[in-house]
């Protein structure tokens, strides 16, 4: 990372094209410097203002104008709660099959209401569902990555178990002829 001096050259602060064209030292000696919002650098940039700009592999990734700092569009984001949804719905798909697997060699005549229709096909859907939103819900708001295993194992769960008595509920009724 280097931090270069620059002199801006144009802005924009439109809803679609919010950029600043900066002059600086060779071979940054015209760059366009994209952001996502106008922030409390870009909104005040004039034609001639100096501006620090930090520079991370050729791009520059964060502005600086007096105590005032702005990141581009470009900076590198750490966003892993979507890793972490990714990897917690193989890990959870990874535990539905070893159970429904477990229960089909153990009991391979009789697996009782562990079988794929509907108990496991309606557990892959939620956990996939589950952790598609939970993800994404993490991300937009910010919050870590830990409570995207957490949350959605705690779905899981709790859907099984809900599962699971609705569907002995329903074997009961259908061995007692007399309930309709």
């Given at each position: ?48 203002d100096r501006i620090t700009g930090t520079v991370w592999r050729g791009v520059v990734v964060e502005v600086a104008h007096g105590d005032d700092r702005q990141t581009s569009a470009d900076a590198p984001r ?103």
């Amino acid at each position: 990372m280097r931090h270069l001096t620059f002199t801006v050259q144009a802005t924009s602060t439109t809803r679609r094209k919010m950029r600043a064209t900066l002059l600086g030292p060779r071979p940054l000696s015209r760059v366009v410097v994209a952001f996502g919002d106008r922030g409390p650098v870009l909104s005040e940039l004039g034609k001639g203002d100096r501006i620090t700009g930090t520079v991370w592999r050729g791009v520059v990734v964060e502005v600086a104008h007096g105590d005032d700092r702005q990141t581009s569009a470009d900076a590198p984001r750490d966003e892993p709660q979507m890793a972490g949804a990714v990897g917690t719905f193989a890990g959870l798909t990874a535990g539905l099959a070893l159970v429904f697997g477990a229960i089909r060699l153990a009991r391979p005549r009789d697996p009782g209401l562990f079988v794929w229709r509907p108990y496991g096909k309606v557990l892959l859907i939620v956990t996939e569902a589950s952790c598609a939103v939970v993800g994404l819900a993490t991300v937009w708001a910010g919050l870590p990555w830990v409570l995207v295993p957490a949350i959605c194992g705690t779905v899981l769960i709790g859907t099984a178990w809900f599962l699971h008595q609705d569907l002995r509920r329903g074997a009961a009724r259908q061995d007692r002829p007399d309930v309709a």
